[in-house]
């Protein structure tokens, strides 16, 4: 059996609240069965025979596998490739009924372990993995080194669980490692001013935006429709409507204040939402007011506000495809707004 690259991913449950309770329960007992404690949501962790193993959920609808990983130095870097493993009859007859995939990937040992493989009573993910375990022995793995993955010097006795990988990681190295994250996460007074001030300005140029993209818009209907009594104008574009005012009001917020360091995370994300509300309000008041403008000689508050009315309540696919941009246009300026933070890396 060959141990191939790359490996199965774990699923993204869509059957329901029932199948996740019911793939849960089968973690429990797979963590009672091999003796490990660890639990993490939608998966379980822990030392088997001294390597570190986790266990989450593969497949699809109502067939659900299992997707073991193990852990071990030689792994980082696939050091160790195919011929190294004299991989026992039973793991082979596996393979060859696609029951299990065995891969090196990531630095990991990974073995999918198929539904079908637990469709006959006889197998057991405890014999199936003590197989491996043997395996791995008997190439000269060291199951009890306990040595921390990175920086290969401390010891780390407690395993973690984060990112989707079991980890063996010393306290120095997850707290260099959350250190990072904090301080891309951490908000000083000039960062959060910073970011205030700039969602203040730049909600000005995403209101221009918006007025400037209906009026541009507006000209363009005209211009097509000058010869014509009806136009047709397919779904896809219509929506590309929405898609494209969102993009350029949301992006001009969230872009400005993404371009401040020290901003904070819930404070950069707050002023983004807030600055992209702003921006689509205003962007919609001056839209109207330029109709009122073009439209008459007269300009009140009250026509004003009846142009704003109309805009809103006289076609009702015109509203969607606002309240579509309006919507996206806030997430955009909210998500562009946060700071992205550098992953773990376990």
Known sequence: MAVVLGHDEPHSDGGGLFLVQKNLSELDAIGAELAISGKAPSAVYGRFRGFPLAATPIGEKSEYGVLVQIRHPLFEGERLDEEVFPWCEYLNQCAEKELIKISIDDGILWISIYPSFTKNPSNSYKELLNCVVEDLLSVGLDSADKTCHYCKIE?????????????????????????????ER??????????????VL???????????????????????????DDVFIP?????????????LTGGSV?????????????????????????A???????????LVARQSDY????????TL??????????????????????????????????????
């Open 280 to 290: 689509t309000i205003g962007g919609e008041l001056v839209f109207a007011a330029w």
């Open 155 to 183: 010891t780390a006795e407690e395993l973690t669980y984060d990112e989707g990988r079991v980890g063996q990681i010393c306290d120095d190295c997850m707290a260099e490692r959350r250190g990072v994250q904090s301080a």
């Open 299 to 306: 300009f009140s508050a009250e026509i004003w506000f009846n």
């Open 202 to 228: 730049s909600s000005f140029v995403g209101a221009a935006m918006w007025a400037g993209y209906w009026i541009v818009e507006t000209y363009f209907i005209e211009w097509i429709w000058r010869d014509r």
């Open 235 to 247: 779904s896809i574009i219509t929506c590309g409507r929405a898609v494209v005012v969102g993009v």
């Open 186 to 199: 951490r908000a000083t007074t000039l960062g959060t001013a910073g970011a205030l001030l700039a969602g």
């Open 254 to 278: 969230g872009i400005a204040i993404r371009m401040i360091p020290n901003r904070g995370d819930k404070f950069a994300g707050g002023v983004g939402l807030a600055c992209g509300i702003a």
């Open 309 to 346: 009315l109309s805009l809103w309540s006289s076609d009702f696919i015109g509203t969607m495809v606002r309240v579509l941009a309006l919507l996206l246009a806030w997430v955009i300026a909210w998500d562009l707004a946060k700071p992205k933070v550098t992953p773990l890396g376990l």
